[in-house]
C-alpha cells in the first residue's frame, strides 16, 4: 500500500473538566490520500472540529491528545515539537473554520490581507511574485480580479468566503481541513462554494478533510467517508461504498433521510451527539441508544471493526446480518 498524505491512527482526545475527562475523540483512524478527501460526517458534539484543532495542534488549553498518532509527511503531529509545529501549521496543513469570513480585518482591503497570508509564510518572496500568487488564487476561487482592491463590506457572505479559502491556499499547503465550511452560508452560494472547493482540490492535488453535519454536502465533494457517533467512527469507507451499502444502523439512518426527505436531506444540525464517558453509552456501542437493532451485546462493549470489503469498513455487533 501507497503511503498516505495522512495517516491517523488511533487517536483520542479529551477535555478536562470540572467532572472529570470528557473523552471527545476516542480511538479514531483513518486515511488521506494525496488528492484524496475525507468526509467526516456526524451531529454536532461528536468531536469533529476536536479532530480538525487536534492535527492543527489548536486545541483548548483543557485539552490533550490522550493516545494515537496522525502521520503527515513523515512525521507524526501528536508528538513534534511547537517549533516545528509552526513550519506545518498554515504551510504544509491549512484550516478554513466555519463562518470564518467574519473574521476578515474590515480596514484593509482584501488584496493586502491575502499578500499578508503569503508573505508571513514566505517572506523573501518579490512583491511581484506576491501579486501573481494572489492573482492566480483569486482565480482559483472564481473571484475577479478587478475585486482584489475591495474591502470585505463590499463582498457578500460567500465572496468573504472565497476570500478566506484564497488564503487557506496561500501557501501551497498539501492538507486542508475545512470546517463546516459553507454551514452559514445559503444553499445557492454553499453550492458555489462546493463547487470551488472541488476544483482548487483537483488543481492542487490537493488532500482535504471535509467537516460537516451534513451528509449531503459530503456526499457531494468527498471521495471517502468517515461517520462519527459520540466521539468514534463507526463507519469509514468510498463514498459510493458508504452510500449505496452502508453497513452500520446509525449511516443507514443518515442514507435514508438522505433519500426519503428530499427537501430534508440528512442534516444533524439540530442533534447533539452523546459523549463516549455518558453513562447511558459508557463502555457500549455510542449509536446503542438511537439504534434499532440494539442488543445486550451493544450495551456491553464496542464491536471490532468488520471489513465490508478492502476499502468499507463498519463497527457494528450485527455487521453482516440481513436488514
Ligand atoms: N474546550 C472544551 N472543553 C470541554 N469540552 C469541550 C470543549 N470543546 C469541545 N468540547 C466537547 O467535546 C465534544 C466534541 O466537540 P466538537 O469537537 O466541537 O464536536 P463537533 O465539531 O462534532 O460538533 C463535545 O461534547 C463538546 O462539548
Ligand atoms: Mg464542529
Redesign the pocket.
Known sequence: MTTALLEVDNLSIGYRTASGINLAVDGVSFRVERGGSLGLVGE??CG???I?MGLMRLLASNARIVSGQARFEGEDLTTVSEERMRQIRWRRISMIF?AAMNALNPVHRVQDQIAEAIITHEPDLSSHAVAHRSRSLFDLVKIPESRLRDYPHQFSGGMRQRVIIAMALACNPSLIIA??PTTALDVIVQNQILDAIGTFQKEMNIGMIF?S?DLAVVADVCTHIGVMHAGSMVEYGLRQEVLDCPGHPYTRMLVGSLLTLSDEPADLAGLVSPTPNEPSISGGCPVQTICPNATAACRRGQADWVALSRTHRVRCQHAGEQH
Open positions: 454536532s458534539g469533529k472540529t476536536t480538525g466555519q470546517d463546516e467537516i453535519h
